[in-house]
């Protein structure tokens, strides 16, 4: 069966400092992979999708970027955070673009 | 701009109470519409409706889709306090959420 992990479960980071979230699938092969953030009461905002290595698609223009390594990992990184960037972030697997996404734990974001 | 839209935003039941969350969306080029339940943390996957008309179920709950008019119901019959959470309808080919229904049952 497919996994997804993401780590850490919580940070606490302090404005300008750098970002570094790491999403791993196992269980499956070339999978498409997915960040997204979530604010406090709202819906999820797509940030980043990958359809394979080395392929990123960003969806809203940002101070984050992404990178796929690997098949099944997917980085979420920031060389300097600001307020706004807090928030809570899932990465997503699916099977292609017309299968529903499977979501990792999570990862709680605060910038102080 | 492409957009999904949830209705209400928020909602609180009694138990045993039958709900009906609206999810409606203007897209350029709908594929699917997804219906996901999150209580903590991630959300967790219940229906996907490509087809107008056609009734998917699991339980107590139930989803259809009409293409004519854009827009999407998820029905929870029954309702206990276990059903309480956020619940986002999701439209294809961008992934693109609504901002979500929390829905609360209280006992």
């Known amino acids: 069966s497919q996994t997804i992990h993401q780590w850490p479960a919580t940070l606490v980071q302090p404005v300008g400092s750098p970002l570094s979230l790491e999403c791993t699938v196992e269980?499956?092969?070339?999978?498409?992979l997915y960040w997204y953030r979530q604010a406090a009461g709202r819906g999820l905002q797509l940030l980043f999708y990958?359809?394979?290595?080395?392929?990123i698609s960003s969806e809203v223009p940002q101070n984050l970027s992404a990178s796929r390594p690997q098949d099944r990992q997917f980085i979420l990184s920031s060389k300097k955070l600001l307020l706004s960037d807090s928030g809570f972030y899932l990465c997503?697997?699916?099977?292609?673009?017309?299968?529903?996404?499977?979501f990792g734990p999570g990862t709680r974001l605060t910038v102080t | 701009e492409d957009k999904v839209v949830q209705s209400p935003l928020s909602l609180v039941v009694h138990e045993g109470d039958t709900v009906t969350l609206n999810c409606s969306y203007e897209?350029?080029?709908?594929?699917?519409l997804l219906w996901y339940k999150q209580e903590k943390k991630a959300p967790t996957f219940l229906f996907m409706l490509?087809?107008?008309?056609i009734e998917k179920k699991s339980g107590r709950l139930s989803s259809i889709l009409d293409k004519k008019e854009l827009s999407s119901i998820l029905n929870i019959t029954a309702t206990q306090t276990g059903d309480s959470a956020i619940y986002l309808c999701?439209?294809?080919?961008?992934?693109?959420f609504g901002a979500g229904t929390r829905l609360t049952v209280k006992p």
């Open positions: 997503a697997w699916s099977r292609d673009r017309v299968h529903e996404q499977y």
């Open positions: 269980g499956t092969s070339n999978p498409n």
């Open positions: 990958s359809i394979g290595i080395g392929q």
């Open positions: 897209v350029t080029n709908f594929r699917s």
């Open positions: 490509t087809s107008s008309g």
């Open positions: 999701a439209v294809e080919e961008d992934m693109r």
